[in-house]
């Protein structure tokens, strides 16, 4: 730990100053001369822990309360805060901490202090602000026991409850780094979770990123470089190079209670080094991205369907599918990312929920952004639902557009792969237009990595509800076509989610499904067949990659060998001791369109839930596999109404209305359970009926409308 090495040869002292008492380091640590100020409530333990880090580093200590205010009031803070009342105290409390300096110190600020501006602003140029996170109830304790039964600010009639959770918003407003502190840490577990939390600040270097096909050369490319770039130069996907950090129980455990928007907080500033985005800037993201676009207040709810199943409802976001979880904060994650010198151009093919999904996120950007950035949506003309079209018609203004292909889903896929890998192409349009491209789909990191966090919370709700205690493990039922879905359960189980089985659900397409049973990707005389459940109607699952590289241990030689034979001779084996390793991670099953409908039309009957058809998919491949012995959660990837025609179908309605708005208000008549999207339906009542391009199945054609594209949208370097 060079950082901790550093730290502790430094040599200090006190030094007094003419108008207030300064702590100077006389050597610069890898910190240089900043400080480490532990922020937290009062009780949270900053004074204890502060002296633990500070020991352990060979720093000075100080604590403001008793070697700040107390020295500088020449009386105690208590006697202080009755002499003077509360708004009063806050104020010179305030003014003292900005005569305060000090250098190469471990500070522990006074749980007020957040509260005052002016303060914080002066003391954060100084230092590294560490929040220590402690659970409300926990603070409530501690101060019980210790007979405090008030705390600055806290005004008659305010409960202690009520006046913690108003400060939380204080600290959040300051933090640099969270400390999040499981119930019953020890101060001295606290302290070491301090020290690794300042090492891995330190250390930005580490959290690298590789390619699935790289060569095993040193990479220094960052969180910020794969959002931006989103394909590797090698044709590779980006991976993280140390994995996913593993969460230990107790701090599972205090995200419990939390909303969706603080658990993906959590959980993404675990995974998102704060010099790539600040945690102040993430949050920001994070409660833009799922707050009142999102229909149901708990973003991802989990509700009872029938036995021990349960169903993960993805589909309260804007355009009524799973993407939304993803594609609601990536467009903001890649505008904070980008280079301010060009314009971008994101390139996305959709098999029909993705499309709807990036235009909405990207439409949500401002300012300069929205100018800079622009998208382009492939979708396969034949391949897509009526209501899923007309979703991406209502967003094609300004610099967004959706091009239907004559072909399927793979060869949008795989163009757009092949512009990426084309110098002359990508250099021409950085040349000719200060135009780079790059991409939304689930190949981008910044895509995959939020779907994380919603198969956490669907375990967390389960906790949360008494069905389950944290440690006993669940069933997870996927959808999966492009893997990506699937490809991030295994990452929550990496990160400490006790996921038993995930289990990947096809349609008769079932190139997963055939491919996890027998180790054989086989594309040769595969025509892909339209299904009632189009999301998934693909061939070559691009997150397929990742999940080989997983579980063969990041053999890159071994991954970029089976995919280069996979694009030459649209087939690969992988060896039989790596089969058996894919089928301990997952298991899959496939479903007949017959059974599809079916199982909307069972499932209705007997729960009155309606279910979209790619649930349905996850519902009888759920049957099949499932033995009973732990709860199983269905992913529910879109709303029913995207696919009205098919679900009419399965319940055997007569007399469907042709206008896809009435077809959404017939089936809101006939379940209750979910109700009518709302979002969806304002977007086709308000939307216009807007023609779209269509262009042939060759690549120069989409290579054509992306330079036209490029031209309408950006300035032409001259």
């Given at each position: 730990?060079?950082?901790?090495?550093?730290?502790?040869?430094?040599?200090?002292?006190?030094?007094?100053?003419?108008?207030?008492?300064?702590?100077l380091s006389t050597k610069a640590s890898l910190l240089g001369d900043r400080n480490i100020l532990l922020m937290g409530a009062p009780g949270a333990g900053k004074t204890t822990v502060g002296r633990i880090v500070a020991h352990r580093l060979g720093l000075p200590v100080i604590d403001v309360d008793d070697d700040v205010l107390e020295k500088s009031w020449k009386m105690p803070v208590a006697a202080k805060l009755a002499a003077v009342g509360g708004e009063r105290f806050l104020e010179e409390e305030g003014d003292?901490?900005?005569?305060?300096?000090?250098?190469?110190?471990?500070?522990?600020l006074t749980g007020s202090n957040p509260l005052h501006t002016a303060a914080m602003k002066h003391i954060k140029e100084s230092g590294l602000v560490i929040y220590l996170d402690v659970d409300s109830e926990d603070i409530v304790q501690r101060l019980t026991r210790m007979k405090v039964n008030r705390i600055v600010g806290q005004e008659t009639g305010t409960s202690m409850r009520d006046i913690l959770h108003y400060r939380k918003q204080f600290y959040e407003r300051w933090l640099d780094l969270r400390v999040l502190c499981g119930t019953g840490d020890?101060?001295?577990?606290?302290?070491?979770?301090?020290?690794?939390?300042?090492?891995?600040?330190?250390?930005?270097?580490?959290?690298?990123?590789?390619?699935?096909?790289?060569?095993?050369?040193?990479?220094k490319t960052l969180f910020s470089d794969v959002v931006v770039e989103g394909l590797a130069t090698d044709g590779g996907l980006y991976v993280p190079k140390n994995g996913f950090p593993n969460i230990d129980t107790r701090e599972w455990l205090r995200l419990v209670h939390m909303s969706y928007p603080e658990r993906a907080l959590i959980l993404l500033e675990k995974c998102i080094h704060p010099l790539d985005v600040p945690a102040s800037d993430l949050r920001t993201m994070i409660f833009k991205a799922y707050g009142s676009n999102f229909s149901s207040e708990a973003v991802a709810p989990v509700k009872h369907l029938i036995h021990n199943q349960y169903i993960q409802e993805l589909f309260h976001g804007p355009t009524a599918s799973f993407k939304d979880l993803a594609l609601q904060l990536m467009p903001q994650l890649f505008a904070y990312c980008l280079p301010q010198m060009c314009n971008y151009l994101i390139l996305v093919a959709t098999s029909g929920d993705t499309g709807s999904a990036v235009l909405s996120g990207f439409s949500?950007?401002?300012?300069?952004?929205?100018?800079?950035?622009?998208?382009?949506?492939?979708?396969?003309?034949?391949?897509?639902?009526?209501?899923q079209k007309l979703q991406?018609?209502?967003?094609?203004?300004?610099?967004?557009?959706?091009?239907?292909?004559?072909?399927d889903f793979d060869f949008c896929q795989r163009s757009i792969k092949r512009m990426f890998g084309e110098g002359g192409l990508t250099g021409h349009l950085a040349v000719e237009y200060n135009t780079v491209l790059s991409t939304a789909n689930s190949i981008n990191w910044?895509?995959?990595?939020?779907?994380?966090?919603?198969?956490?919370?669907a375990y967390l709700d389960l906790c949360r509800d008494g069905v389950i205690k944290f440690g006993e493990p669940i069933d997870v039922c996927i959808p999966s076509g492009n893997f990506g879905n699937a490809m991030s359960a295994v990452y929550a189980k990496q990160m400490g989610i006790p996921i038993r089985r995930i289990i990947c659900a096809s349609n008769h397409n079932r190139i997963i499904t055939d491919f996890i049973t027998t180790g054989e990707y086989d594309l040769r005389a595969r025509p892909l067949a339209l299904s009632h459940s189009p999301a998934i109607d693909i061939l070559k699952s691009s997150n397929l990659e990742r999940f080989i590289f997983h579980v063969s241990d990041g053999d890159s030689h071994l991954v970029k060998e089976l995919f280069t034979r996979l694009d030459r001779q649209q087939h690969f084996q992988v060896p039989e001791p790596l089969l058996g390793r894919i089928q301990q991670e997952v298991l899959a099953g496939w479903c007949s369109e017959e059974d599809c409908l079916a199982a909307i039309q069972s499932v209705h009957t007997h729960t009155g839930y309606l279910m979209d058809t790619h649930t349905a998919v996850a519902k009888v491949v759920a049957d099949r596999l499932q033995d009973a012995s732990c709860p199983m959660v269905l992913c529910s990837t879109a709303h029913h109404g995207k696919f009205a025609p098919a679900v009419f179908k399965a319940l055997q309605i007569q007399n469907i209305p042709e206008d896809p708005i009435e077809q959404l208000k017939k089936l809101g008549s006939t379940a209750s359970r979910p109700g009518i999207h709302r979002d969806m339906m304002k977007c086709l009542e308000g939307g216009s009926r807007k023609e779209h391009t269509v262009c042939q199945a060759e690549y120069g054609a989409l290579v054509e409308e992306v330079d036209n594209m490029i031209q309408s949208s950006f300035l032409k370097v001259m």
């Open positions: 730990m060079g950082l901790l090495n550093a730290l502790r040869a430094v040599r200090c002292y006190l030094s007094p100053l003419s108008t207030s008492k300064s702590w003292a901490l900005c005569n305060f300096s000090a250098s190469g110190c471990v500070v522990s020890t101060v001295e577990e606290v302290a070491e979770k301090v020290l690794k939390a300042m090492e891995r600040y330190q250390n930005h270097a580490s959290e690298t990123f590789v390619s699935t096909r790289g060569d095993g050369v040193e990479s949500r950007l401002s300012g300069s952004d929205t100018h800079r950035t622009g998208v382009l949506v492939f979708f396969p003309e034949e391949g897509v639902s009526e209501i991406m018609m209502s967003f094609m203004e300004g610099n967004a557009r959706a091009v239907s292909v004559l072909s910044a895509r995959l990595l939020p779907q994380v966090v919603y198969h956490s919370s």
